[in-house]
C-alpha cells in the first residue's frame, strides 16, 4: 500500500474496513499528541534533547534494560547494534530468512556476511535446532527474529551463543511488550532493537527506533555511532551516521508508550476472537491460525494464519471487501538483492512454505467485532464450511 495513489479510478480498491486504522487510535488521542507537539514546538530542541532522553528511560524500564538509545528507525537499530558489538567485515551472523529485509540488510551494511537458518514452521521463528551446525569460526553473533510479536525460542539460543562466545541481537522490531518465560523481549541478548514504524504496536508519526542494552560500554558506544560518532562536540572518536532519533517523534511515542499495555490486551482480546470464530467455523482443518507457544506473551502485531490456497483464499476475501497482507511473499534468500550470498532454491524449505502460506487478516485494538465476523464468515465461506456465523 505504500506509494498508493489517492486519486481514485475505475482500479481503485475500497475495501469495507482498513487492514491497519491509524486514524481511529489519533482520534482518540489526539488532544495528548498535540499537547506533545507544541510542547516540542515551544521548546525549540528538535535534535535529542530531554524529550529523547525521557522515552529512552521509559523504553528501558518497560523492557527491564539498563540503557535505552533512540535512533532514526528500527533499520539503523540493528546496524547500530552490530557495529556497536565490532561486528563487521569478515565476520559472520547467523539469522533466518523469513523476515523482514532489514535484518539481513543490517548485516550486509555492516559489512558482515548474512548466514541463513530456517524457521520452524508454527512460529515462523528461528529453528533453534538448525543454529549449531551453521556456525563456523568467523560467527560473531546470532540475530533471532521475534516475527509478528511472538518470542523467538531464547533459552537455547542463548545457551548456544554462550558456549560458542557469540553475542546475541534480538531483532523485536514487531514486538516491543512481548515476553519470553517472564522477561520482556529486548533485554535478554547483547542488544534488543525496536522499531517505532507506524504501523508498529507503538509507532511514530514517521521513522523511529530504539536498541535496549544491559551493557554499559556498548550504550556508550551506540550514542557515538549513531551521532556522527562523536561524544562531544566535533570530537569524532569513531566513523559514525547521522540517525538520531527526533524531539517530536519521541513526545509523540511517550505520550503513545502510556497507552500501549492497553492496547496489547486489546490486540489479544481480538485474537481470542479470531481463534473462537474460527473454532465455531470448524476451519480448523483448512486454516492454521499463529502459535501461542506456553511462556510465551505474544503481542500480535500481526495475525498470520497459513493455508494451502493463500493466493486463491485472498482473491475471494478481496472480492468480499476484506484487506489483507502477506508478510513475506519471498525470503530473503530469493531476493536478488541476496544473490551474492550463493544461496538456491529448495534449502529453507520451511521458510518457502510459509512464503507460499501465509496471509495476515486485520488485528489492531480498534478493530470492531462484526469487522471480525466478517472475516472469519468470508473465510467459511471460502471452504464451505459456513454455520451461520
Known sequence: MDGQSSVKSSQYWEPLFPFLDLKAQFDDIKNEVMEAVSRVFEDQRFILGPE???LENEIAALVGARAAVGCASGSDALLLSLKALGIGPGDEVITTPFTFVATVGSMARAGARPVL???????FNLDSNLIEAAISSRTRAILPVHLFGLAADLDPILQLAEAHRLAV?????QAIGACYRGRHVGSLGAAG?????PSKNLGGAGDGGMVTTNDAQVADQLRRLRDHGRS???????????SRLD?????????KLLHLANWTRRRQEKAERYRALFDEAALDGNVKLPAAPPGCFHVYNQFTVRSS????????LRARGIPTEIYYPRPLHLQPAFGYLGYRAGEFPAAEAASREVLSLPIYPELKEEHQGAVVR????????????
Open 232 to 242: 562531544q562536540k566535533y570530537s569524532h572518536e569513531v566513523l559514525g551516521m547521522n
Open 309 to 316: 490456497e493463500r493466493d486463491r483464499l485472498r482473491e475471494f
Open 378 to 389: 468470508a473465510i467459511a465461506d471460502f471452504y464451505g464450511t459456513n454455520r451461520g456465523l
Open 117 to 123: 537458518v530456517d524457521i520452524r514452521p508454527d512460529t
Open 169 to 173: 541481537v534480538e531483532d523485536a522490531a
Open 193 to 197: 532493537c525496536f522499531s517505532f514504524y
Open 52 to 54: 529523547v532522553e525521557l
Open 247 to 255: 524531539a517530536l517523534q519521541a513526545a509523540i511515542l511517550r505520550v
